[in-house]
């Protein structure tokens, strides 16, 4: 429930600053759809302001032609913008270090600049040295908000870059990307295009967060104080990647989950990026971020235009808590194309038979899991070509003759018969040396004339850059869809680019870096304008391809193939700072997980799982009576509860998740739900209590299963007893959780009036 003011929470920990003591309201963390954003000029000073409904941001164009931020914070009355019509000039100034540059948004290599170029290019005879200066500024309008766009231009080259803004009501994100025209005779080299730099304002200390991992170990939080020089994140493998992901978190050291202000840079793109983080010697930092990683080259021919991904900024009050509480708002409402939605819960083949799928297999299989509750049946890996083992039959998209006979239909129509919908996996970006499809079109792939084709899980890469390779993945995709009236398709993408060359294109091979990313996104788009029912998630390897530019076309990813419970929270903890729970993909696998071998209870990974949206990727042949029954329960609880989690307001609560206790709480209009974990009891600490957020001190709540009262104000002020239903008594009468993996799911009922 969104309050314009209300009381702070009380503080848990006991940790905060006296500054923090004294923060006593808290900002609103959701912004009602109906605020409004707006972008005002003033006429005669050069500046303009972009507002959200709590933020705005102060630009204006220098007397030398550069255009600058300066403000990036909270809410100032319109008046205020005259006054920010004088460059600061505070900064330490001399021969070596340009003061102003790093306040620049589009920050080029040429002139006095040494710092981190947003733009570098490369005119006729080599000439570097860009002098892009202001040339004119309109405000634009949008359907769903206000937009200022920006004309630099470099008159000597005829090279002009148009800077755009938008602001969309209802959030206190800003977007921007650049777009860039060759208006010369000749190519321009393009080294880098950034989307923009961000300045982070000046303050004592810069700390850091963002995300990082590896097969199976994906979004792995860190903070860290950003150091003197320039941090880069990157991905080098032609996909978002593992191994970071593409936003960062700034804030001076001292925000917590709860208190804080806290500033976001986020790149919405599923190709290779980077992003640098910059903190000079003088205390000065900024982030800039883009497509593409060091050492590309894109040629601009006369009359081209090149447009970058988005990047995206926020400014928050209210911790890193509020900071994803407004991601989550701001992907629901402007990113997900079908966010209302609740996402079904679906069984997944893979675990369970791996290559061994057979049609009995499968029915059997879809039989047991709708009996469970199940909503969405989707096979996995294993249903085509002649891919019954990982080295053949990828790009053969058509059921294998010997699995499947008479085609997927026996399948598909007991599964619509038992009342779920049905899905399958692909992975159109990849073919098998031994397939078909290869064998007929060996140049669809990515390669260098002689040199080697790398292959990685047997695979190569299509080049989705290729229009006749986009021709034959839509072709493709839309038979199946069309055949067999698909409701999902699992997107799967498992290796990364080597020897990315396009020979068709050796004017402008690095091209493939951006064209292939866009040919996978207008696959995407057209297919589901051919098919509205359809819904995607998004998979690479787990979550190798996790960004705001798939989520636009998808409407969930796989997270990770790690189902450890204990490793997913962590996981799962790094993936929220982002993005929402709908999106969220989580399977309750096998009680001894076949990667980590940890044996976890079966509620504990319920209870884990049921974070997002829920899926069961076990093998329920194997599963008890018992485990069935309970899984069952289990199912029809979270369906109880899943809109909540789903689409209401994330709280962050207790300490490290998966290594210590923790809750996550999920606030909606009439309801609110606390799933909480003590995955190892501690003596020391049980029993807890843990404090709600986000509740309406004056209302009261009341819980389900028990029909307890309490108010608002007594949740928030006192809470409730750590894991409350699953409390043992020991000696003297002592309360404590169960000893490991202690997990309890709470829902409470807000009560009229
Ligand atoms: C990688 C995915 O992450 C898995 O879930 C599974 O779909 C396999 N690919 C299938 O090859």
Not at 57 to 70: F, K, N, P, S, V
Not at 466 to 483: E, H, N
């Amino acid at each position: 429930m969104p309050h314009a003011r209300r009381p702070a929470p009380l503080h848990e920990h006991g940790d905060f600053s006296d500054r923090r003591d004294l923060d006593v309201t808290a900002p609103p963390t959701l912004v009602p759809a109906q605020a409004q954003s707006s972008v005002m000029a003033h006429p005669d000073r050069s500046l303009w302001c972009l507002s959200t409904p709590a933020t705005c941001m102060i630009l204006g164009a220098d007397e030398a032609g550069a255009l600058t931020q300066r403000y990036w914070g909270p809410a100032l009355p319109a008046t205020d913008m005259a006054q920010f019509g004088d460059v600061d000039r505070l900064r330490w100034t001399s021969t070596f270090q340009s003061p102003g540059e790093i306040e620049e948004q589009l920050p080029f290599d040429g002139g006095h600049r040494w710092g981190v170029p947003s733009l570098q290019v490369v005119f006729d005879g080599g000439v570097r040295a860009l002098e892009l200066a202001f040339a004119g500024a309109d405000t634009v309008e949008y359907e769903d908000g206000h937009g200022l766009l920006v004309r630099l231009v470099d008159e000597g080259f005829g090279f002009g870059a148009a800077l755009h803004y938008r602001v969309r009501h209802g959030t206190d994100v800003i977007e921007r990307w650049v777009e860039l025209r060759n208006g010369h005779s000749k190519d321009v080299r393009v080294l880098r295009a950034d989307s923009g730099s961000w300045l982070m304002p000046d303050q004592d200390e810069y700390r850091i967060s963002s995300v990082h991992g590896h097969w199976s170990g994906e979004t792995q939080l860190e903070r860290r104080t950003l150091p003197t020089g320039e941090y880069t994140l990157t991905s080098r493998h032609g996909t978002t990647g593992q191994q970071s992901n593409p936003w960062v978190m700034v804030d001076d050291g001292t925000a917590t989950e709860e208190f804080g202000t806290v500033r976001t840079v986020a790149l919405a793109w599923s190709g290779s990026w980077r992003l640098t983080a910059q903190r000079r010697p003088d205390g000065a930092a900024s982030v800039t971020a883009g497509f593409g990683h060091d050492g590309l080259e894109w040629s601009l021919h006369p009359g081209d235009a090149l447009t970058t991904p988005s990047s995206l900024g926020l400014h928050s009050e209210g911790g890193f808590g509020a900071a994803s509480r407004s991601w989550h708002d701001y992907v629901r409402r402007h990113v997900l194309t079908h966010p209302q939605e609740d996402r079904p819960v679906l069984f997944n083949s893979w675990e369970a038979t791996e290559f061994d799928i057979s049609l009995e297999g499968q029915i059997a299989l879809a039989r047991k899991a709708a009996d469970l509750g199940v909503e969405l049946f989707v096979v996995d890996d294993g249903w085509f070509g002649s891919r019954t083992h990982d080295a053949a039959g990828l790009g053969d998209w058509f059921p294998n003759p010997d699995r499947f006979p008479e085609g997927l239909h026996p399948l598909v129509d007991t599964v619509r018969t038992l009342g779920m919908g049905f899905g399958i996996w692909v992975e159109p970006e990849m073919v098998n040396p031994d397939s078909d499809l290869y064998r007929a079109n060996p140049d669809w792939v990515l390669h260098w004339p002689g040199r080697r084709r790398d292959e990685l899980r047997n695979q190569l890469v299509l080049n989705f850059g290729r229009t006749d390779v986009r021709q034959w993945a839509l072709r493709s995709l839309d038979d199946l869809a069309g055949a067999y009236s698909l409701d999902f398709l699992k997107w799967d993408m498992n290796r990364p680019f080597t020897q990315a060359g396009w020979p068709d294109r050796a004017d402008n091979h690095d091209m493939v870096w951006i064209e292939h990313t866009r040919g996978v996104y207008s696959v995407m788009d057209e297919l589901r304008r051919r098919h509205p029912g359809l819904r995607i998630e998004a998979c690479s390897s787990g979550g190798g391809r996790v960004d705001l530019a798939i989520m636009s076309r998808t409407d969930q990813v796989w997270t990770s193939d790690n189902t450890d419970s204990l490793d997913r929270q962590t996981i799962q903890h790094g993936y929220s700072q982002l993005y929402p729970a709908v999106t969220m993909g989580a399977w309750v696998t096998e009680e001894v997980n076949a990667l980590t071998g940890r044996r976890v209870p079966l509620d504990y990974r319920f209870h884990v799982a049921m974070a997002g949206a829920l899926g069961i990727g076990g093998d329920l042949d194997l599963w008890s009576a018992d485990e069935l029954d309970r899984s069952r329960e289990h199912i029809a609880r979270y369906k109880a509860i899943r809109s909540t989690v789903q689409h209401g307001d994330l709280y962050r609560l207790g300490q490290a998740p998966g290594r210590d206790y923790s809750a996550l709480e999920y606030v909606a209009d009439r309801q609110v739900v606390l799933l909480s974990y003590d995955p190892h009891r501690s003596l020391s600490r049980a029993p807890r209590r843990l404090r709600l957020r986000g509740l309406d001190p004056a209302a009261r709540y009341r819980d389900t299963e028990t029909g307890t009262e309490y108010s608002g104000a007594v949740l928030m002020g006192r809470g409730l007893l750590f894991n409350e239903h699953q409390t043992l008594r020991g000696w003297n009468n002592t309360r404590f959780s169960a000893a490991d993996y202690a997990s309890s799911l709470l829902v409470l009922e807000r009560l009229a009036g």
